[in-house]
């Protein structure tokens, strides 16, 4: 009888232990910042968020009344990656929030990262900004890179007190993007990459469907730029020509710059095009 409870037992403890080797590997390294806005006039802040977390930030006001962003780094980042897009954006008038998802950099730890985590998290950015005094609260808008761009369509395709939403290299469907890391580690699809897929999304909560940017991107109310290297080799180009096709109705632009994911060797001189969208989205000029 015990040996028949053993084998019965045996499947059960090795199912649970691909659960937890799926969960380890797919989390993402914290890595706290290192620097600071330096030559800015930030302000380090704590902010409330879901399941009583809380996330660290930087806000850099820019006078009274003026419009905002919470800006949000990808997968594995911290918003000291994201501080490039600072002066110019302040030096343009906004006032600007950048901050670390949960899991990431100096914000509280919790169960695991995800797409729609971030999502909740720019949400409680946006809403912090909002009751901010010197912020204007009918014009804030987000900004997110990789998965913060994916976040950042959710979290719009959600609400509607949003001004405008710039995407910077935004994966198309998590499933393609999940499909590629897979390849690349030689796991075959079925019937390994299948299931880690399911238990993903088991996990997450989410169908991958209903958060995929390529979805989401018609649902979007606010006017959106969705911005792309062109040299990206994590995330193809085509990907961002394939949400830009997504569109429906949704109020899209495509910008195409030379780049990787993460560095964009031109992204100066794209930086009007960048501010010049935000600022006839919000309004402000």
Not at 25 to 53: F, H, N, Y
Not at 179 to 202: D, E, H, N, S, T
Not at 226 to 233: K, M, P, Q, R, T
Request: overall charge neutral.
């Amino acid at each position: 009888m015990s040996g028949l409870i053993a084998a019965g037992l045996l499947p059960l403890l090795a199912v649970l232990g691909l659960n937890r080797l799926i969960r380890r590997s797919l989390a993402a390294p914290r890595v706290p910042e290192a620097g600071e806005p330096e030559g800015l006039p930030w302000q380090a802040v704590r902010i409330a968020t879901l399941r009583g977390r809380s996330l660290f930030g930087w806000f850099i006001p820019a006078g009274e009344r003026a419009p905002a962003l919470a800006i949000v780094h990808g997968w594995g980042g911290n918003a000291e990656l994201m501080l490039p897009l600072a002066a110019p954006l302040h030096r343009a008038g906004y006032a600007l929030l950048f901050f670390d998802a949960r899991c990431h950099g100096r914000s509280d730890e919790d169960s695991f990262a995800s797409l729609p985590r971030f999502a909740e998290d720019l949400g409680a950015a946006v809403d912090w900004l909002r009751g901010r005094p010197e912020v204007m609260a009918e014009r804030v808008g987000v900004l997110g890179h990789s998965v913060g761009a994916g976040a950042a369509l959710l979290l719009a395709s959600r609400r509607d007190d949003l001004a405008a939403v710039i995407s910077l290299a935004a994966f198309a469907h998590p499933a393609a993007m999940m499909r590629r890391w897979l390849a690349g580690k030689g796991f075959p699809y079925f019937p390994v990459g299948a299931y880690i897929l399911w238990y993903v999304q088991r996990v997450i909560g989410h169908r991958f469907d209903d958060i995929a940017p390529c979805r989401t991107i018609a649902r979007v109310r606010c006017p959106v730029l969705i911005a792309h290297g062109s040299d990206d080799g994590v995330v193809p180009v085509a990907e961002a020509e394939q949400i830009y096709a997504s569109r429906g109705a949704a109020r899209a632009r495509l910008l195409l710059m030379p780049g990787s994911h993460d560095e964009y060797a031109d992204l100066e001189r794209h930086l009007g095009a960048l501010v010049g969208f935000l600022d006839e989205a919000m309004g402000v000029r």
